[in-house]
């Protein structure tokens, strides 16, 4: 096996580590070392050929789009936010499914702001994805970047609503948050460096084509 048809996967840890297991497994790939018990940021697998590197969430789609991995996989969320340049995206995978919504606190009357033409402040680290929601509907919005706790926002008063994440929807509940929009349905996306695409093409093709064929049926 030469060098150059080495194939590195860019995964981060979590729901969608653990989701993509699976897929790997069909395509012939498992994992060798637990990245919840390994200090190592790149982890070998059964394949002398191929490696996973495991970054931030947010970062998968840099790492592929500058060639720092060939492949990756990564949530629409981020990938939204992100831009998508450079990146080849062949496959939904169906894998660590949720949704983008707004939400706000159980006393903000959401609907009445928006139909009076209010100015709502919204909190979020989807900046992109809220600035275009909110367009579209016509809503004037300031929108305030957070990283993280979003429900804490409009518990302190930082902000009228959220555009954030929804599961199950019971971390809303417990901070006594309302969901008063969905916005979209979020999955996690295959992508591919287009360079890597070309060159590696006979090595990465089967990957993806074993790939598709495991994604969950709905």
């Known amino acids: 096996m030469t060098a150059a048809t080495n194939i590195t996967l860019a995964l981060s840890k979590g729901r969608i580590f653990e989701e993509t297991l699976p897929l790997l497994k069909a395509a012939g790939i498992e994992v060798t070392e637990d990245p919840e018990t390994s200090r190592k940021l790149i982890l070998p697998t059964n394949r002398p050929d191929v490696r996973v590197v495991l970054v931030r969430a947010t970062d998968v ?9 060939d492949l990756g996989v990564v949530g629409l969320d981020v990938l939204l936010e992100h831009g998508g340049q450079g990146l080849y995206q062949p496959l939904d995978l169906r894998i660590a499914k949720c949704r983008m919504s707004v939400a706000v606190r159980a006393d903000f009357d ?10 709502i402040r919204v909190a979020t680290k989807y900046v992109s994805v809220a600035r275009d929601h909110f367009a579209d509907k016509g809503v004037h919005v300031d929108l305030i970047k957070l990283y993280g706790s979003m429900e804490l926002a409009p518990l302190t008063g930082l902000a009228d609503a959220i555009v ?7 971390t809303l509940k417990a901070n006594h948050l309302l969901e008063v929009e969905r916005i979209m349905d979020i999955s996690s996306r295959l992508v591919v460096n287009q360079a890597a695409l070309k060159l590696k093409r006979e090595a990465i093709r089967p990957l993806i084509d074993a790939f598709a064929a495991a994604i969950p049926q709905e």
């Open 61 to 69: 789609p840099t790492y592929v789009q500058h060639g720092g991995a």
């Open 110 to 119: 959401y609907a009445a702001a928006v139909k009076q033409g209010s100015r």
């Open 164 to 170: 954030d994440l929804v599961s199950t929807g019971s």
